[in-house]
């Protein structure tokens, strides 16, 4: 469900630590961004049982060197088993009592900690709560790099309609496979400017290219406008990866 929402993935991500804070009734959890300077930490968004209790407004930048586990690694440390000595300026400092954290990887690059602690109780995570906090953080890194290649391909397709608008010629990009119209530029509209006339030419285009090598150029005879068009027929990588035909 959060997967296919609109909602921005700090508000999805803030959503997601509340449902699993909730289900496996644990006090904090939150979600840390390394900032690039990569010396601080910013908290994106948490979750606390008590909203008094939030460390988001209090903290401001976290400098690295106070949070041990930002190793790339996944870290758990129960109640139960002796605290690592390099987690006891953290634990003291926070109050921590058990923590359970995990990178989430984006763009192959560890750039972000979910974390799952309590302040109050103690705590001995079992296996089944383990999996659980880790499912919840695939969920979020799912969502993260779904956002991350949207805007990736919307900043492409940006760049390159801003080149395909300025090439001095009428541009038709078409799926060679579908058919698809895939993208007309402005010089194009402006030469075609009825529907008729873009159907016509879509009917030359067929006829000028049967699978024709890349930079292929064919003069065709349009009957309605009484005129030979010089069409150069050239396969690209759209924006999304696939080849089509720039006409």
């Known amino acids: 469900q959060q997967l296919a ?10 959503k997601i630590l509340r449902e699993a804070c909730l289900s496996l009734k644990v006090e904090h959890a939150c979600l840390l961004q ?8 910013d908290i ?32 758990i440390i129960s109640s ?3 605290l690592p000595a390099k987690f006891e300026p953290l634990f003291c400092a926070g109050g921590l009592k058990a923590a359970v954290s995990f990178p989430i990887e984006v763009n192959h690059e560890f750039g ?30 799912s969502i ?40 007309i530029n402005q010089q194009f509209r402006e030469q075609f400017p009825m529907q008729k ?3 016509e030419f ?12 890349s930079g292929k150029s064919n003069a065709v005879y349009s009957a309605l406008e009484q005129r030979y068009y010089d069409i150069s027929y050239t396969k690209i990588q759209w924006v999304n990866g696939r080849e089509v035909l720039l006409c």
């Open 44 to 75: 994106l968004c948490e979750y606390n049982q008590n909203a008094s209790d939030s460390w988001k407004d209090k903290v401001g930048k976290i400098p690295v060197d106070e949070l041990p586990f930002l190793t790339g690694k996944p870290f």
């Open 144 to 183: 993260l790099t779904k956002r991350i290649t949207r805007n990736s391909l919307t900043s492409s397709y940006a760049s390159l309609e801003a080149i395909l608008e300025h090439v001095g010629c009428a541009i038709y990009v078409v799926d060679p496979y579908t058919r698809q119209t895939l993208y």
């Open 5 to 14: 929402s609109e909602e921005s993935s700090t508000t999805i991500s803030e």
């Open 112 to 141: 972000m900690y979910v974390c799952f602690y309590e302040t109050k109780k103690e705590r001995d995570w079992d296996a089944a709560e383990v999996k659980f906090i880790n499912d919840s953080k695939q969920v979020i890194q």
């Open 202 to 213: 879509q009917d030359l285009l067929r006829e000028g290219y049967s699978g024709a090598d």
């Open 80 to 82: 139960n088993v002796p």
């Open 34 to 41: 390394l900032n690039q300077d990569a010396s601080t930490v």
């Open 197 to 199: 006339d873009v159907e």
